[in-house]
């Protein structure tokens, strides 16, 4: 298993010759927000399918997805098909928690998440979901949620990529910080934790001054401190946006 955290909530899952990318943000500035890293688009080639987590816009972005191309397969959670569908992507899966799908060598399940489900004021609305990936190992992607107790039903996943942060100051309502963060790493028992949605994205405001905003580096030093405290056991890997890391 090779697992490339290209920023925000996008990762690539190399896993028994299969190529996966979560919930891809491939640009390097979105509206109001730029990126500290730019993307090394050598780290989305050769990507087999998509798994989208939620319909926020940071998460289900129409440009990111366009560029992998209309004939990648996507799969969305239940709901997200026809609006997907409608622009064009002509391989979209449904699925909702609990469900499986097989992509070459390896199994993508369905699981519950703890985040809004709407896509702005008059978008599409979808139970939001992460995934377990299975095969000689196993990842669970989070996407974006809050703490659930049935976490702990996950089943001591090989690697879990836990959200951590967003793209600004503060986090609002359906978000883990670093600290729920390490509590749901207590819960889920992986043999690695790599935080995601961090370090990647910041309002453009914020850069006019000297310092990158704390934001940016902080929340995983917390967390990192914090797994330590509530989950010893479990190893911690910070990956930087564009860093990779591999298990043997």
Known sequence: MRIEYVGHATVVVDLDGVRLVTDPLLRNRVVHLRRAVRVDVRAIRGVDAVL???AHYDHLDLPSLGKLGR???????????????KRRFEHVSEIEAGESV??????????????????????????????VVSGSRSVYF??????????????????????IWGWGPSLGSGHLDPRRAAEAVHLLRPRVAIPIHW??????????????????????????????????????????????????
């Open 52 to 54: 989208v987590s939620h």
């Open 71 to 85: 004939e990648m397969p996507i799969v969305v959670p239940k709901g997200l098909g026809g609006f997907l569908r």
């Open 102 to 131: 097989r992509i070459g060598s390896v199994e993508v399940r369905a699981v519950h998440a703890e985040h809004d489900e709407t896509r702005g004021l008059f978008g599409v609305k979808a139970p939001p979901v992460g995934y």
């Open 142 to 163: 989070a996407g974006d949620t809050d703490l659930f107790e049935a976490m702990a039903e996950l089943a001591s996943p090989d690697v879990a990529l836990v959200p």
């Open 199 to 248: 370090g990647t994205y910041s309002p453009i405001h914020l850069g006019l001054r000297r310092a990158a905003p704390s934001f940016l580096h902080v929340p995983a030093a917390e967390f990192a401190a914090a797994a330590q405290e509530v989950a010893p056991e479990v190893e911690v890997r910070v990956l930087a946006p564009g860093e990779a890391t591999e298990l043997t």
